[in-house]
């Protein structure tokens, strides 16, 4: 089923782009980076260090993924393959599980990122991410977005930022935009962005099952993240309702439903998200356990399958057979106003271009 509706979103995609002309100088958003297939992998680096979130983890080269077959692309013969990351799953692993976390090369300022998910690891024990973090100064300065995020069997994202002291959001949750629309569809949990004696930051959680076994089922969907002065917000789209101006490489988010979430900073300061969210370097990741998954595990739905969180993925590998990211397209867009932004980062080293083994034991919707 999922393979069914890709494909025709892919149809659709060449049917608007052939009948659609463009006027580019009417666009608020030029495209400026497109890390689909190949490029995602030139465009990213395998970080391989301890983990920095401290999970029960244990991130792997380019190499050691490549041979392990924890990167490389979802086969499937009839349309382009999106890229597969996952962990390793046939070993017991006292030690923390083998996985991946892809980081970028280029960082951002104001952008508007649009990530084309076709499948995303989830279940017990499991803390996948898509997130934003800020480059050049000790964590959280330089600030954090988590677009997609979440623990065990959960069916809804958690969308998040972290920054340093003195930031907090509006509750925008069932406010009105205008006389028209809503603000956002997602409801707040938290309004404190400031890293302090809790690190949740400022929350929401989204308002559909677009996270794990629902979201999957589905074909995945479309997460767009648009950073600018006013505010941060994240739009998710189920595959059967993607805005046609983002299927045909011209997105203005104007003309879209309202975000899931709308971080706006509570205060008169219009230059407070610029000083909090810079450089911002786009990661792919697969965690396991961690202080959030380990801390509710005995009362989550997963309890009963071990005592613990890590005794859990240590011990049962095939149960992270399917635990895997299947990015479809992701396209870095900056606005055409003046502004702060301008995409940053080292240049692509072309040595760094590596050819992936296609993995055959991995297909959509069968
Ligand atoms: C594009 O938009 C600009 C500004 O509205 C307009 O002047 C121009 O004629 C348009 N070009 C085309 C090819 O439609
Ligand atoms: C509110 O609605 C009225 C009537 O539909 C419309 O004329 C007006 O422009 C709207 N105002 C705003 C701020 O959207
Ligand atoms: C935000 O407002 C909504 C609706 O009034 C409410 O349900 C929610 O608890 C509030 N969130 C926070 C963090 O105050
Ligand atoms: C991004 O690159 C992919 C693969 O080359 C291509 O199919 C797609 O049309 C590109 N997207 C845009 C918006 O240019
Ligand atoms: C923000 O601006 C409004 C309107 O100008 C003013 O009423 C309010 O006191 C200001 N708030 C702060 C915290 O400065
Ligand atoms: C969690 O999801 C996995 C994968 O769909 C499923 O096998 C498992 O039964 C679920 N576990 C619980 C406790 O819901
Ligand atoms: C969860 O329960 C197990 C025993 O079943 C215990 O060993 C462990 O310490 C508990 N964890 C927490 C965080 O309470
Ligand atoms: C951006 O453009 C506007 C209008 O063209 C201009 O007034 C403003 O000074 C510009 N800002 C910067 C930072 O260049
Ligand atoms: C982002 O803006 C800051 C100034 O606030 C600038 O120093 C930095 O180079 C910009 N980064 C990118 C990637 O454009």
Known sequence: MAFKLYYTTLVVLILLVATHAQNQTNLPYTLVKNYTGQAFFDGFDFFSGPDPSASFVKYVDLDTANNAGMAGYVSNSELADPVYLGPEFSSITPDGRPSVRLQGKDFFNHSLMIADIVHMPYGCGVWPAFWLLGQGAPWPTAGEIDIIEGINNESMSTFALHTDAGVTVKNLTNMQHGNQSMEMEGTFTSLDCSVGSSNTGCAAKASWNNYGQEFNANGGGVVVTEVSSKAIQIWSFSRDNIPGDILDGTPNPHHWSPPEVKFVYNGNDTDILDQHFKNLQPIFNIAFCGAWANSVWNTSEC???????????????????DT??????LQVYEPNSNSTSGYGGPELDSESAITLVPLAAHHLGS
Do not use: K
């Open 324 to 329: 895997f990211w299947a990015i479809g397209e």
């Open 303 to 321: 309890a009963s399958l071990a005592p613990t969180c890590e005794s859990y993925v240590a011990n049962n590998p095939t149960a992270f057979v």
